[in-house]
């Protein structure tokens, strides 16, 4: 236990938070936890924004995001588009429709992104020659392949569980169960965090998947996939109203292939009994899957998740 104790000591020591002075916010404060040595996935940035007046002497709800280099500052982004969640946050808490809140930004490797945020179970219960079909002739754009390693987001998760949230917790001020915890993302981050309430129930009290990557790579015909999506959710979907579930889509671009598996998962919702207070899926039409079209609908799941209570 003292070992433990030690090495989890230093692991707070070597994770210092600095102010992020090249990413600009509107409002809140942005520090960066620098050189997070993790035992289950590589190393990359975490940003976290607190909001106005963070005191240590209140409590706060924590929202983990990924992709978080694309949350906060569009002039530092690869596509000059963001998710405003800065804006949106101090909004929200301005107009006290959300309870106080950390954001948790983790940013993501390009090249990993795919493996560690395609569900690895339901991965792993795909076909052995379709796995290897993915893993070794899927392409994202022209000759870029899609995987660059194996499927990993079995350790993604523990990292953000087992690494990160106990760090979160001991550094800054939070409310810690369940009820206060709660994840979110877009595309494959909507994936990921709906399989990351599936499989932490007990940690995560709710997750938020905009324009929820159903099809696993980017087609829709032949496409085995949302199966076994489905299939996992009905062997792994927790109990009916135990936690918040929000799905949305758009109608342009990549959005317009996801309604068939949508409204698959809907089905799947009504008949394990959630109520609309627990989960809620929106359509947006003339959406596309761009952060400018996230940014527009965010406050949305925020008050979903974040709603006083």
């Not at 696993?216 to 109203?241: H, K, R, W």
């Not at 998962?265 to 959406?287: I, N, Q």
Request: net charge negative; charged share 20%.
């Amino acid at each position: 236990m003292a070992r433990i104790f030690l090495l989890f000591s230093f692991f707070l020591i070597a994770c210092q938070a600095t102010n992020v002075s090249d990413i600009q916010v509107v409002s809140g404060t942005l520090e960066r936890l620098n050189d997070i040595k993790s035992s289950y996935i590589s190393s990359r940035p975490v940003d976290v924004w607190l909001p106005d007046g963070y005191s240590s002497s209140k409590k706060y709800n924590v929202l983990y995001m990924h992709d978080g280099q694309m949350l906060f500052d569009s002039t530092k982004t690869w596509n000059k588009q963001e998710w405003g969640i800065d804006e949106t946050m101090g909004h929200l808490l301005r107009e006290k429709r959300i309870e106080e809140t950390i954001i948790v930004g983790i940013w993501n490797v390009s090249e990993q992104r795919h493996a560690d945020y395609f569900p690895q179970k339901p991965f792993e219960s795909l076909a052995k020659n379709l796995q290897d079909s993915l893993l070794n002739r899927a392409k994202r754009y022209g000759d870029q392949a899609l995987f660059t390693q194996p499927v990993s987001s079995d350790n993604y998760l523990r990292f953000i569980v087992e690494e990160l949230k106990p760090l979160i917790d001991t550094r800054y001020s939070t409310k810690s169960s369940k009820g206060h915890t709660f994840i979110a993302g877009s595309s494959m981050g909507g994936l990921i965090s709906l399989y990351a309430l599936c499989e932490y129930p007990q940690i995560f009290g709710g997750a938020a998947c905009l324009s929820t990557h159903w099809i696993g790579t980017f087609t829709q015909e032949n496409n085995p996939i949302p199966g076994v999506f489905i299939d996992y959710l009905s062997q792994s979907l927790p109990l009916a109203n135990t936690c918040s579930l929000y799905f949305d889509y758009g109608t342009e671009t990549l959005d317009s292939l996801y309604s068939i598996s949508q409204q698959e998962v809907d089905s799947l919702m009504r008949s394990r009994g959630y109520d609309a207070r627990h989960w809620t899926t929106k359509k947006y039409e003339g959406h596309d899957h761009s952060e400018n079209a996230w940014r527009e609908r965010m406050h949305i799941p925020l008050q979903f998740l974040l709603q006083k209570r």
